[in-house]
């Protein structure tokens, strides 16, 4: 019996889609989370498409996103991902757990992510609660 992985499930539904991958799905992906069910992918899209099994944002382009084709599909970059989660400002498990990874994969280091100042404020937060994400 193989062993469906979720980047597997992610490959296969979005296969020859035009998209994006978006906020926890692009973090799922990157591996900036611990994982964990999500019953919808999030994508950026250009234009609504018929795919059962997502929430589709629609953005004026998908050029305008910063983003990297990465193990066969085209996602936020991490920068990126970690900026639309603190913009969204969704699920704070989610945001906090993916900076913590990323500190963690950085060398005990938060140096790499250019936060605009406007999102400072929550950053420090979460940054708090990440760096504590662990000590448990």
């Given at each position: 019996m193989a062993v469906r992985?979720?980047?597997?499930?992610?490959?296969?539904?979005?296969?020859?889609?035009?998209?994006v991958l978006a906020f926890?799905?692009?973090?799922?992906?990157?591996?900036?989370?611990?994982?964990?069910?999500?019953?919808?992918?999030?994508?950026?899209?250009?234009k609504r498409q018929n795919i059962e099994g997502t929430e589709q944002i629609v953005v004026p382009s998908l050029k305008?996103?910063?983003?990297?084709?990465?193990?066969?599909?085209?996602?936020?970059?991490?920068?990126?991902?970690?900026?639309?989660?603190?913009?969204?400002?969704g699920d704070e498990q989610i945001i906090a757990e993916s900076l913590a990874n990323y500190y963690e994969e950085h060398?005990?280091?938060?140096e790499g992510l250019a936060i605009p100042e406007y999102l400072r404020p929550r950053f420090e937060k979460y940054k708090m609660m990440a760096l504590k994400y662990y000590e448990e």
């Open positions: 992985t979720y980047n597997d499930w992610l490959r296969n539904l979005l296969v020859n889609v035009e998209c926890d799905t692009a973090a799922d992906f990157l591996g900036l989370t611990n994982g964990g069910y999500r019953p919808l992918a999030q994508i950026f899209v250009d305008m996103i910063e983003c990297e084709e990465r193990n066969g599909l085209i996602c936020t970059t991490v920068n990126r991902t970690i900026i639309d989660l603190l913009e969204q400002n060398d005990e280091s938060f």
